[in-house]
């Protein structure tokens, strides 16, 4: 997988997605400011980046900012730049801002819903008319930037709540874009697929137990968690070997995929572990057998005895 994917490889076979992902897109084009919105983990950074790269801006500068990483008293430095000496421990020389970086392109503010509430005035003055000036005065700057906003929070319910401005939720609200959790598409099959390619394991494939249990997790990661749990499954793999199982899975994350996350999913534990039960107590404990008769390895019922606590 390039590192730059394009929007519909990020898509995949979700419809839902590709269509807001194709809004975003025109929205962009058309100097219409994007705001992605999504659980933490569902990629936004990365659709950022396909958003900029299929537009006229493409191979002009990229600049991302997270504005829950950056120090409250430094924010404003960061984004507007500085003047020497415009305050104690400023750089000589000063600094262009991200703001001036991204001129031509495409500035991306991530978590823009924690930006502080002293900072969101100034952002919106310099979103209206397109201009910037450095901290500690200097000549303004014209800007020529494409916008993407990206937040985990409810920026709605945070205007209510008197920590976001209204007008600025609006100058930023052009063209919403909803990111779908993983545990809500469609396709986590074919995104497994796409990221195992990344991955360097092009032949290599979930066989169908794990392929069960991944589709029943919640992924509180998203797709974040799912590119680490295959990028560690794929380093556990001996030479040659054409299927994760869960044999290779650590054992920290087959606790939280076997854990009951609700009454139901207790059940459904319960009722595989009285399967597994009363299947030795046919074959006389002998696992062999018993491991046939239930579809699984010798390997992956000696696993589940141990997770499940049977004697």
């Given at each position: 997988?390039?590192?730059?994917?394009?929007?519909?490889?990020?898509a995949?076979?979700?419809?839902?997605?590709?269509?807001?992902?194709?809004?975003?897109?025109?929205?962009?084009?058309?100097?219409?400011p994007?705001?992605?919105?999504?659980?933490?983990?569902?990629?936004?950074?990365?659709?950022?980046?396909?958003?900029?790269?299929?537009?006229?801006?493409?191979?002009?500068?990229?600049?991302?900012?997270?504005?829950a990483?950056?120090?409250?008293?430094?924010?404003?430095?960061?984004?507007?730049g500085?003047?020497?000496?415009?305050?104690?421990?400023?750089?000589?020389?000063?600094m262009?801002g991200?703001?001036?970086?991204?001129?031509?392109?495409?500035?991306?503010?991530?978590?823009?819903?924690?930006?502080?509430?002293?900072?969101?005035?100034?952002?919106?003055?310099?979103?209206?008319?397109?201009?910037?000036?450095p901290?500690?005065?200097?000549?303004?700057?014209?800007l020529?930037?494409?916008?993407?906003?990206?937040t985990?929070?409810?920026?709605?319910?945070q205007?209510?709540?008197g920590?976001?401005?209204?007008?600025?939720?609006y100058?930023?609200?052009?063209?919403?874009?909803?990111l779908?959790?993983?545990?809500?598409r469609?396709?986590?099959?074919?995104?497994?697929?796409?990221?195992?390619?990344?991955?360097?394991a092009?032949?290599?494939?979930?066989?169908?137990?794990?392929?069960?249990?991944?589709?029943?997790?919640?992924?509180?990661?998203?797709?974040?968690?799912?590119?680490?749990?295959?990028?560690?499954?794929?380093?556990?793999?001996?030479?040659?070997e054409?299927?994760?199982t869960?044999?290779?899975?650590?054992?920290?994350?087959?606790?939280?995929?076997?854990?009951?996350?609700?009454?139901?999913?207790?059940?459904?534990?319960?009722?595989?572990?009285?399967?597994?039960?009363?299947?030795?107590?046919?074959?006389?404990?002998?696992?062999?057998?018993?491991?046939?008769?239930?579809g699984?390895?010798?390997?992956?019922?000696?696993?589940?005895l141990?997770?499940?606590?049977?004697?």
């Open positions: 997988m390039p590192a730059r994917p394009d929007l519909a490889n990020l995949g076979d979700d419809a839902r997605l590709a269509r807001a992902l194709k809004i975003g897109a025109r929205a962009l084009a058309a100097d219409v994007v705001l992605l919105r999504g659980e933490t983990g569902t990629g936004k950074e990365v659709v950022a980046r396909a958003l900029h790269d299929a537009g006229e801006r493409a191979g002009k500068p990229f600049v991302a900012v997270n504005c990483a950056i120090p409250e008293g430094l924010i404003e430095s960061e984004l507007f500085y003047r020497e000496g415009a305050f104690t421990g400023s750089r000589k020389g000063g262009v991200r703001f001036q970086q991204a001129n031509g392109g495409t500035l991306f503010l991530d978590e823009i819903g924690d930006m502080p509430v002293a900072l969101q005035a100034r952002l919106l003055r310099v979103l209206q008319e397109r201009h910037v000036a901290l500690g005065g200097g000549d303004e700057v014209a020529d930037i494409a916008l993407i906003c990206a985990h929070r409810d920026l709605g319910q205007v209510r709540d920590h976001f401005r209204e007008d600025l939720y100058r930023l609200n052009g063209a919403g874009v909803r779908p959790a993983l545990r809500e469609s396709d986590i099959r074919a995104l497994t697929r796409q990221l195992l390619d990344s991955l360097g092009a032949g290599v494939a979930l066989d169908n137990e794990t392929e069960k249990l991944f589709a029943g997790y919640g992924w509180p990661g998203n797709i974040r968690q799912l590119q680490m749990v295959l990028k560690t499954a794929v380093a556990l793999l001996e030479p040659e054409p299927a994760i869960t044999d290779h899975l650590t054992d920290d994350f087959l606790d939280e995929l076997l854990a009951p996350a609700s009454a139901a999913a207790g059940s459904l534990r319960e009722a595989e572990l009285a399967q597994i039960r009363d299947t030795l107590e046919r074959h006389q404990g002998n696992v062999s057998a018993a491991a046939s008769a239930l699984i390895s010798r390997a992956t019922l000696y696993r589940k141990k997770q499940l606590d049977t004697p």
